[in-house]
């Protein structure tokens, strides 16, 4: 289903890696962008799909540096661990909010619109699960 985050304008930015089986990224994009949505994908099966108030790199570093108070944070972390330490290679998209849908004068978060209607069409493996985070 990786097609359907591309069609409507979810990008690579990025990959997940183990440093002497530390979490770590590493991204292709520099960009400070607020209110996007991220999905992490390994081949084409998307994995996790959450969004983010916050710039994405921030959400990135929440998940690397998750400790086990925060549960689902936590849980996102060992599970990239354990699918790296099995080879399996964890991509990042984002699809970044551009500012540009209103509804009148109120300007319309698309990542918190499309985050619950992609979970619920394309139920990504970590967010059936329950995890929100």
């Keep these: 289903m990786l097609s359907r985050l591309l069609d409507i304008g979810f990008r690579h930015i990025g990959s997940w890696n183990l440093d002497e089986f530390k979490l770590g990224f590493t991204l292709h994009?520099?960009?400070?962008?607020?209110?996007?949505?991220?999905?992490?994908?390994?081949?084409?099966?998307?994995?996790?799909?959450?969004?983010?108030?916050?710039?994405?790199?921030?959400?990135?570093?929440?998940?690397?540096?998750?400790?086990?108070?925060?549960?689902?944070?936590?849980v996102v972390n060992r599970l990239l661990s354990l699918h790296l330490l099995a080879g399996v290679a964890i991509e990042i998209y984002v699809l970044p909010d551009y500012g540009v849908l209103h509804l009148g004068s109120t300007e319309v978060n698309l990542a918190s619109v499309l985050e619950d209607s992609l979970i619920s069409e394309l139920k990504p493996t970590w967010n059936m699960c329950g995890l929100k985070g």
């Design 29 to 74: 994009s520099t960009s400070s962008t607020r209110n996007v949505l991220l999905a992490f994908v390994a081949g084409t099966e998307i994995l996790y799909i959450r969004k983010t108030i916050h710039s994405f790199k921030r959400r990135l570093y929440d998940y690397r540096n998750a400790n086990a108070t925060q549960y689902a944070k936590y």
